[in-house]
């Protein structure tokens, strides 16, 4: 017996999906990057998923990624970091039109072993390439150095959040977003620096001031971390 029309169709759209997600694997025991929503070497979404199954959304939306699969170019040779080519679009004021689309192309490095975006960067940098088992040297042929050194906290976050520095000068919803690297979601404080006994004081001074600014969403997401450390 042929299959129907309609079975047809839906095994074909499924089929589609699921070549639309892309995992990418670290060292052995770690976690994956997954791409999807896209096609081609351009994606819409990137998450990450832990050993455990946890998924992170450590990008904020309204982003395109760039992946060729099979490419070895991303991942560093010790398979500890991979190499995150993204853009996002904004507008331009020309005085002719009322806006003009603008792109602009940054470049992040994700530690494989939890998820967090160690370090974003732009320009020079992001045409580089990984030398060695894991340095990254960009165009100029200067090393950044070590990925992980400036990594964000909760105590960063913080800190700056209370300062109200960017305030003036850059609009986010929610207001947190200002004070995290570029590019990143909250979601990526929360790999990057797990609530634990060392950084719960400030996961709760932070959580005062997402419960002042009605960010309902973030709020949840520090008690749902905290779990039996929640005061």
Known sequence: MRPSAIGLFFTLF???CHAQEIRVSGADGTGELV?????????KSLFYKN?????FDIFDSGLEFNYIE????YLSPDKTHFFVNFSEIGSI????SPANESREYICAFVRMSDGCVVHVDSAG????EWKGSGEWIGADGFSIG??????????KIYFKYLSGFKDASISSSPKVLKYLPEGTAFDNLLACDPVSPRSQKSYEKLLKLLRRDGDSIDVKKIIKAMGKRRI
């Open 146 to 155: 070590n990925l992980d050194a400036n990594q964000t906290t909760a105590k």
């Open 70 to 73: 099979g490419s070895d170019f």
């Open 14 to 16: 499924f089929t589609a």
């Open 125 to 128: 940098v992001c045409g580089g």
């Open 51 to 55: 050993h455990k199954g946890k998924r």
């Open 35 to 43: 791409f999807s929503d896209g096609a081609n070497g351009s994606y």
């Open 93 to 96: 004021e020309d005085g002719i």
